[in-house]
């Protein structure tokens, strides 16, 4: 996911963003209305942002419980290899359970975020996914007991 930086939002595009990422569902006439503006006119910022990588996809947000992935942890994982070698983390991105996966600073190499049914799922997806991993040296896991704040929205500045 390449950003290019030397791209500029103005207080429209920003505008854009707050509805879009509010409903991702809005149609254009309804976007257009609410920032005064000709669908025409929305449509075309709209594809811009999309193609210079400011809108990545739209997605509709699942209540993981409806689906049984009650089991929510993050576990952090240290590996054999240097910083900067991400073929450990090419292959953790892989693993279907795996939501997130974060090259971090500190002792730890990765913070990954898994969602599975129970805790014998995640012992599962431990034994039979991450010990195929030939770098990961040592694995610490957080079974989180329950989730006060989870959003992907972002906070975008009013300029």
């Known amino acids: 996911m390449i950003f290019d930086n030397s791209f500029s939002l103005d207080h429209i595009d920003l505008a854009i963003l707050r509805l879009m990422q509010q409903n991702a569902r809005i149609s254009n006439v309804d976007l257009a209305k609410s920032l005064e503006l000709a669908p025409s006119a929305v449509l075309e910022r709209v594809k811009k942002l999309e193609k210079k990588q400011v809108i990545i996809q739209y997605t509709a947000t699942i209540n993981p419980a409806a689906v049984d992935l009650k089991l929510l942890a993050f576990i952090s994982m240290k590996a054999s290899h240097s910083l900067g070698c991400t073929d450990t983390a090419n292959q953790l991105a892989k693993i ?50 329950e989730t006060v704040k989870e959003q992907q929205q972002l906070l975008i500045p009013e300029k």
Do not use: W
């Open 96 to 145: 279907p359970d795996v939501q997130e996966v974060h090259v971090i600073a500190g002792e730890d190499c990765y913070l990954v975020k898994v969602r599975t049914t129970d805790s014998a799922s995640l012992m599962a997806l431990m034994r039979d996914s991450f010990s195929k991993i030939p770098n990961i040296t040592s694995v610490r896991t957080t079974i989180v007991l």
